[in-house]
């Protein structure tokens, strides 16, 4: 089988369930996102000081693959052949998260994107994670989509920023602050 169908070459695509939809559908939106944070996500999982989290960090693809299977599929379809997302997925972001935040210093400020380059490739998964989130929330409003999958994409979110924060911390590098310029009163 080739990998090249041509079946797309005039903007088109199909959800599993063989209807066809515009490439720009709202749908293909949100599930391209998933799959774009996925592989922000195995970014994540290749650098050196998330040795130790490789395991985690795979497992948080596979549900993002779960999810992007949800997102693909027709609404009857996701209840018969495809894999589940549980409410155990959310706790382990949620238990991960409580563990990170009582290794590192509490947050006193707005923390600004960066301090190397671990933490960057991160701080741009959160951001794909919320955009990911939207384009569901967005998806949703017209059509089922099962809450859970929100209720994911916003754990991970926070999830990605407490991460940032424990590569910051385990890289020993500065957490940039925003120091917001305020300018006197005219």
Known sequence: MKIYTKTGDKGMTSLIGGTRLSKAHVRIEAYGTVDELNSYIGLLRDQPVNETRRDQLKEIQDRLFTIGSHLAS??????????????????????????IEAKIPPLRAFVLPGGHQSVSFGHVARTVCRRAERAVIHLQQNEEVENIVVRYLNRLSDYLFMLCRAMTYELNVEEVTWKPRVSPKK
């Open 74 to 99: 027709e609404p009857e379809q996701t209840k018969r052949i495809l894999p589940d997302l549980e409410e155990s997925d959310i706790s382990l972001l949620e238990t991960e998260m409580d563990l």
